[in-house]
């Protein structure tokens, strides 16, 4: 029997796995930038690397320790959140069925319509929080993907992965969760059922604004677990190392940023659900949101730094407010220590889908009332 401690997910993440550099004892880990490693005298590589699409080493304790958070087998970096979404996409063949969600991260839906279309997949955007619909939407035998966001963007529409999984499973399809939104701290999909785990490393992985990166983990290493694998070493879709270096370490307070983000958004949520300028707060954790009774369930100390209001006066008033405010930056993306708000629907464009009187906040780790101050600041206006 090993006499290792087994340790919870916040010291994993804090200690990075606890991995010392073997050559000098460093408990910050090197940064490899060299693209090629020498070889033996026969020309062999041996044990050792070869060339640095996709084998280095600085790639190995990031991806060992989100495999190890999110319950996985192996987990591969990506350059970007979408390089990793279009790995999955990529394994299926001409005339395979995808189900997606109809309201959901808009690159990942933009990329079904074009290139999917254009690879010869046939897709259906579905409602993934609605058990019924996704049902009905599965074709037994010819889906082969089933693709969640769970919560999804903008709405924080909650899908029920086990649910997911069982009707996914059933027509002999695989299920693929963006889990960027809930991140390793709050959901492990594969616990749930999952078959791979995907996130925008972009967000709350790194969680500091400055890395652009993806990731996938699999449940297993299987058929096309191992094509997801040879598309990134012959594609090249790879992260550099010094942002892989930079994963890592914002990834060592990723569950003190989690928590921080859900605490406030909780707080904001519960403080804007009674607000005469707001017609509605969309939050998982709030108990009229349709999803809630599964996040409850699905989700595990708390529901997350996303969510957005509904603005009384329709599309110019949140245009309005959103530009008044001076704690949160108007600006895309989520995820960071900094809020952030957008008018999301200006930023799809003329096919969106979303309600053009909503602002999708990303709360950070400020401070709770500053955050709320602000935000009344720009109703009350
Ligand atoms: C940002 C984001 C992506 C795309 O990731 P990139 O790193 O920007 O390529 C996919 N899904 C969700 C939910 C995201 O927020």
């Known amino acids: 029997m090993s006499d290792e401690p087994t340790l919870r997910p916040e010291t994993l993440a804090a200690q990075a796995l606890g991995w010392i550099d073997v050559a000098t004892g460093a408990v910050a880990p090197p940064i490899h930038p060299s693209t090629t490693y020498v070889r033996d005298g026969d020309g062999g590589s041996g ?15 990031a991806e060992a320790l989100l495999a190890a958070l999110e319950g996985g087998a192996e987990c591969l970096l990506f350059s970007s959140g979408m390089a990793a979404a279009a790995a999955v996409f990529q394994t299926l063949a001409p005339g395979d069925h995808v189900v997606a969600p109809s309201i959901g991260y808009h690159g990942v839906r933009a990329w079904l319509k074009t290139h999917g279309a254009h690879w010869g997949l046939a897709v259906d955007f579905v409602p993934t929080g609605d058990v019924e619909a996704l049902a009905q939407a599965v074709r037994p035998g010819r889906t082969k993907l089933v693709w969640a966001e769970t919560p999804g963007n903008p709405t924080w529409e909650v899908t029920d992965i086990a649910a997911a999984a069982e009707i996914a499973h059933a027509a002999g399809a695989r299920l693929a969760v963006d889990s960027t939104a809930a ?3 709050l959901t492990r999909p594969i ?15 790194n969680g500091h604004a400055d890395v652009l990166a993806g990731v996938l983990v699999t449940a297993r290493d299987d058929e096309p677990w191992r094509r997801v694998r040879a598309l990134r070493h012959d594609g090249g879709a790879v992260l550099g190392p010094f942002e892989a270096w930079l994963l890592l370490r914002g990834m060592r307070t990723l569950f003190l940023r989690v928590r921080a983000c859900s605490r406030s958004a909780q707080t904001l949520a519960e403080h804007f659900e009674r607000h005469p ?5 969309l939050y998982p954790g709030l108990a009229g949101h349709p999803g809630h009774e599964v996040a409850a369930r699905q989700m595990d100390g708390g529901f997350g730094g996303m969510l957005s209001l509904r603005v009384a006066g329709g599309a110019p008033a949140a245009i309005e407010v959103c530009g008044r405010t001076k704690v949160f930056k108007r600006a895309t993306s989520l995820g960071g220590v900094e809020s952030l708000i957008e008018h999301r629907a ?7 889908a979303v309600p053009d009187d909503l602002l999708r906040l990303s709360v950070g780790i400020e401070d709770a009332s500053d955050l709320i101050a602000d935000l009344e600041r720009a109703l009350a206006a």
């Open 346 to 352: 200006s930023i799809e464009g003329p096919d969106s």
């Open 183 to 185: 991140t390793p701290v």
């Open 191 to 205: 616990a749930h059922g999952a078959d791979i785990v995907m996130h925008s490393a972009t967000k709350y992985l």
């Open 277 to 281: 300028k707001v017609s509605r707060v």
């Open 47 to 61: 044990a050792r690397r070869g060339y640095t699409r996709d084998e280095n080493p600085t790639y190995d304790q």
